[in-house]
């Protein structure tokens, strides 16, 4: 099987890979042509066996080489404007439409054509890749996948993840933890409210407290001028509770996230809320009040040193002069550098075109991304 790294990406945007359904299709399809390169491909399962991860490998064995990280998953396009056929790539004014190119199938196809050019090689060292499913929430894929990859591919020297970056080699990004607060209290008839517990006043009282520590944190918490937002940040994204205006709500449901700096550790500013919720429970002075905060979905930051191995590799790789950056979006980058594998984020795009209505790839930043993978390739057969 020999395809362009355009044909590879027509392919892989026809897949309808949303992270809602099942990607045993796109998978079966990238397991097939990669075996058929003489790829060791091992599948890794979701615990549902509804979708299926790869770590795949071609060169010596043992440890060292290179290993690209990508995911197969997509955001959905159901409410959004398109003018063209989302799962149908179509190019026009050196623009390659479609749902994924940016992110990040055209990585993906770059990283498969440059699979084609390794398993033509003498390799010195390993080529390898990291093909996830569920990224798209919260990095799920990775997670459950991450614990079979020193089996399947050793250690890799070094890693490249091929977020959207405008071919900019990204040292960092901040780690994401996603809590839901359960707030309880006692329901009875809104004329006599004051005789119950409203869950949703002790919600509120924990939104006050998540504003409070964003100050704190402004203030007082770390900095890094690398980052558009230089300090580590709180949201609330959902508040829910209450059935009818004449009752008293005896459940509400906060979801609100963290996203840290690599020097602001989690642990105290969770401490903090948690105890401020505490607080608010003692003060409600009521038995059936109550909140618990839980931890519903984390993935860790990256922060690379710019003489990380990594790094060097990526900037040799790249024309003189491409800058080192950090993102503002999450990475499964974390997971890897975790493994003790120095990793950066590269890739082609921009990521202000993914997840939008008539998404798109600019064909020079495909061209760009062929052209360092096929260095980085090379440097394996030196």
């Known amino acids: 099987m020999e395809l362009a790294t355009l044909d590879i990406l027509d392919r892989l945007v026809a897949f309808a890979s949303v992270s809602s359904r099942s990607n045993r299709d796109i998978a079966g399809w990238i397991e097939a042509y990669l075996r058929d390169l003489g790829f060791d491909v091992r599948p890794v399962p979701s615990p549902d066996d ?4 790869l770590f795949a490998r071609i060169g010596p064995s043992g440890d060292g080489g290179l290993l690209l990280s990508g995911h197969m998953d997509v955001v959905p396009v159901e409410g959004q404007d398109w003018t063209r056929e989302p799962f149908r790539l179509t190019r026009a004014d050196g623009r390659l439409y479609g749902r994924g190119t940016t992110d990040m199938k055209g990585f993906l196809a770059a990283a498969l054509s440059a699979a084609r050019t390794a398993a033509g090689a003498k390799l010195a060292r390993p080529f390898q890749l990291s093909l996830s499913y569920d990224e798209e929430l919260g990095c799920l894929g990775i997670r459950q996948m991450i614990g079979h990859l020193p089996a399947a591919l050793g250690q890799p020297a070094l890693c490249i993840v091929g977020e959207p970056t405008g071919m900019a ?6 780690g994401k933890i996603a809590l839901r607060a359960d707030c309880r209290g006692q329901a009875g008839h809104s004329a006599m ?15 006050g407290l998540v504003r409070a520590e964003q100050a704190h944190l402004v203030a007082q918490g770390a900095r890094d001028e690398a980052y558009d937002i230089p300090f580590s940040t709180l949201h609330v994204g959902k508040l829910s509770g209450g059935l009818a205006l004449n009752i008293v709500p005896d459940r509400a449901l906060v ?28 003060r409600a002075a009521h038995p059936a009040a109550a909140m618990r905060i839980e931890v519903v979905n984390e993935y860790p930051g990256l922060d690379a040193s710019s003489q990380a191995l990594a790094v060097q590799a990526a900037q040799a790789a ?9 993102v503002a979006y999450g990475t499964e980058a974390g997971f890897f550098a ?3 594998i120095s990793t950066v984020v590269c890739g082609p795009g921009d990521m202000a075109q993914g997840h939008q209505p008539d998404e798109y790839l600019e064909e020079a930043q495909l061209q760009a991304c062929e052209a360092m993978l096929g260095r980085l390739v090379a440097g394996l057969s030196a």
């Open 193 to 207: 409210a004051p005789h119950y517990m409203n869950a949703l006043h002790l919600a509120t009282d924990l939104v």
């Open 50 to 53: 509804q979708k299926v991860g």
């Open 169 to 174: 080699v990204a040292t960092g990004h901040k």
């Open 318 to 326: 790249l024309p003189s002069g491409t800058p080192l950056i950090k």
């Open 338 to 340: 975790a493994q003790g």
């Open 255 to 282: 979801d609100f996230e963290l996203r840290h700096l690599a020097a602001d550790d989690p642990g105290p500013i969770l401490g903090r809320l948690r105890a401020g919720a505490a607080d608010c429970v003692a």
